[in-house]
Antibody, heavy 120, light 111 residues
Framework: EVQLVESGGGLVKPGGSLRLSCAASGFTFSSYSMNWVRQAPGKGLEWVSS????????YYADSVKGRFTISRDNAKNSLYLQMNSLRAEDTAVYYC?????????????WGQGTLVTVSS | QSALTQPASVSGSPGQSITISCTGT?????????VSWYQQHPGKAPKLMIYEVSKRPSGVSNRFSGSKSGNTASLTISGLQAEDEADYYC???????????FGGGTKLTVL
């Protein structure tokens, strides 16, 4: 059974940093691209970042480019999102999701999400 | 990176069919057959319903179907059931510089 479990969310002050983690199990992690998608309270889904299976290709939404860094450790079956210079508008539930095909931002399995709140 | 355009809400009675549109541009929906659709119930994670415009993942009811014409993709749900009441989102590949974009979401109400 595919499982994705996010962790690392919490309350952080504007300008602060946070590192999200996603532990994957139930599939060959190193064979799949991975995505981060967020959802602000009461709002819609927003694609944040994607990373290919070997980390060769990385993409970011304009809203986070230069502040967020996606990475993965295939030996540890883990995905990460380093978030710096956080703003109030980054407040959201962050979902880790498995990409079903290289070059497609779509996701076939999703974690339950971790809440990031940016507030003073 | 402008979001794809979806109607804010649609509604239908049990047994009826509804269609949710997802309008993009020639830079995303219109140029690639990489549109996916997601169902999200309150407080839950999204669930993939359609990928690559019209393909259904294993386990998804054949009451859900997808299509595309020009810059607009569509999700059709036939034989509406109470459990279909949820938010629905489309997503499209938008080229190597932008990569991914979601629609604003559509709230489906089953009357």
């Amino acid at each position: 059974e595919v499982q994705l479990v996010e962790s690392g969310g919490g309350l952080v002050k504007p300008g602060g940093s946070l590192r999200l983690s996603c532990a994957a199990s139930g599939f060959t992690f190193s064979s799949y691209s991975m995505n981060w998608v967020r959802q602000a309270p009461g709002k819609g889904l927003e694609w944040v970042s994607s990373i290919s299976s070997s980390s060769s290709y990385i993409y970011y939404a304009d809203s986070v480019k230069g502040r967020f860094t996606i990475s993965r450790d295939n030996a540890k079956n883990s995905l990460y999102l380093q978030m710096n210079s956080l703003r109030a508008e980054d407040t959201a539930v962050y979902y880790c999701a498995r990409g079903y095909d290289y070059g497609d931002p779509g996701s076939d399995y999703w974690g339950q999400g971790t809440l990031v709140t940016v507030s003073s | 990176q402008s979001a794809l355009t979806q109607p804010a809400s649609v509604s239908g009675s049990p047994g009826q069919s509804i269609t949710i549109s997802c309008t993009g541009t020639s830079s995303d929906v219109g140029s690639y057959n990489l549109v996916s659709w997601y169902q999200q119930h309150p407080g839950k994670a999204p669930k993939l319903m359609i990928y690559e415009v019209s393909k259904r993942p294993s386990g998804v009811s054949n009451r859900f179907s997808g299509s595309k014409s020009g810059n607009t993709a569509s999700l059709t749900i036939s034989g509406l059931q109470a459990e279909d009441e949820a938010d629905y989102y489309c997503c499209s590949y938008a080229g190597s510089s932008t990569f991914g974009v979601f629609g604003g979401g559509t709230k489906l109400t089953v009357l």
